[in-house]
């Protein structure tokens, strides 16, 4: 089993508040990233970051921010949070380096967001 | 961007073997495929990847041709549980990363 770890697992929130979503993992990998998923819908990056002070980016624009002070945490942030930001945030990592050409991903439980 | 197509829902009865196919025409020559499970509210876990031919392990079996073109996850005698909706990826060569794309819907049904 993966060792990643996301706390909250829910959070109900009203707008205009600022939140941090936390993501730990615990296997030194140096890829991480950050997912939106709402039901029923496709997975969306939204950042991705190749390891200590890097941080990209993804698909789909959010206005999140994310920050990478330490290889095993990656933590999100919303500034002010909306309701149309009410999604599943998924986080994950890989070590690429495991197999070229390849990229496991290992996920965490992830974050259902709610903001009234 | 090595882009995936695969079918959108697939149906089947317990018992039954599932093949969902993938076609990945402009995958890169190092990159191998990996397929995903997610049911809802989880994060996807990973099930099976290849590069060539085919590999099993105690969940499925993907078959990949020569051409590597497309490739089929296999998965046998399938129960209710195995109701999830299933990933096929490749690399995204640009940023090194996979890229979901809808994937398939499976409903395994008594």
């Known amino acids: 089993e993966a060792d990643i770890y996301q706390t909250p697992r829910y959070l109900v929130i009203g707008t205009g508040k600022k939140i941090t979503l936390e993501c730990s993992q615990t296997m030194g990998h140096d890829k991480m990233y950050w997912y939106q998923q709402d039901p029923g819908m496709e997975l969306h990056l939204i950042h991705y970051?190749?390891?200590?002070?890097?941080?990209e980016k993804g698909d789909l624009s959010s206005e999140s921010t994310v920050s990478r002070i330490r290889t095993e945490h990656f933590p999100l942030t919303l500034e002010s949070a909306r309701p149309s930001h009410t999604s599943q945030y998924l986080c994950?990592?890989?070590?690429?380096?495991?197999?070229?050409?390849?990229?496991?991903?290992?996920f965490g439980p992830g974050t259902r967001l709610t903001v009234l | 961007l090595a882009k995936t197509t695969q079918p959108i829902s697939m149906d089947s009865y317990e018992g039954q073997e599932v093949n969902i196919t993938c076609s990945h025409n402009?995958?890169?020559?190092?990159?191998?495929i990996t397929w995903y499970q997610q049911f809802p509210s989880q994060g996807p876990r990973f099930i099976i990847q290849g590069y060539k031919t085919k590999v099993t392990n105690e969940v499925a079996s993907l078959f990949i041709p020569a051409d590597r073109k497309s490739s089929t996850l296999s998965l046998p005698r399938v129960s209710l549980s195995d109701t999830a909706v299933y990933y096929c990826?490749?690399?995204?060569?640009?940023?090194?990363?996979?890229?979901f794309g809808s994937g398939t819907r499976l409903q395994v049904q008594p």
């Open positions: 994950a990592s890989s070590d690429p380096t495991s197999l070229k050409g390849a990229d496991t991903q290992y």
């Open positions: 990826l490749v690399m995204d060569t640009g940023r090194r990363a996979l890229t």
């Open positions: 402009n995958i890169a020559t190092n990159d191998y």
């Open positions: 970051s190749y390891g200590v002070n890097s941080t």
